[in-house]
């Protein structure tokens, strides 16, 4: 599986941004798919996540923000971030967890966030 994280950029506060995960791999379906952050100086941070399923994961610092979503079809994995904070910038990757699995062990190239107040 091969992860390609698409759609940063740079935005005010209060606007929104929508983050794309394509995969690669007909097993992708049966991954569970994270957002990480890292911003500069900082831990990487799971912000969001979606199980196979279809159940979600927020981080507090996100919750009622930002909604994850994945289209099977496409097999794409979605990041919508609303309401967006200075805060908010940093570099988000997004990373595949196969089933069975504990870690997220694919991982895609990051896009930049940037969030200008």
């Known amino acids: 599986v091969q992860l390609q994280a698409s759609g940063g950029g740079l935005v005010q506060a209060g606007d929104s941004l929508r983050l794309s995960c394509a995969a690669s791999g007909r097993t992708f379906s049966s991954y569970a798919v994270g957002w990480f952050r890292q911003a500069p100086g900082k831990e990487r941070e799971l912000v969001a996540s979606?199980?196979?399923?279809?159940?979600?994961y927020y981080a507090d610092s996100v919750k009622g923000r930002f909604t994850v979503s994945r289209d099977y079809a496409k097999n794409t994995v979605y990041l919508q971030m609303n309401s967006l904070e200075p805060e908010d910038t940093a570099v988000y990757h997004c990373?595949?967890?196969?089933?069975?699995?504990?870690?997220?062990?694919?991982w895609g190239q990051g896009t930049l966030v940037t969030v200008s107040s």
């Open positions: 990373a595949g967890r196969p089933p069975g699995r504990p870690a997220y062990s694919y």
């Open positions: 979606i199980s196979s399923g279809g159940s979600t």
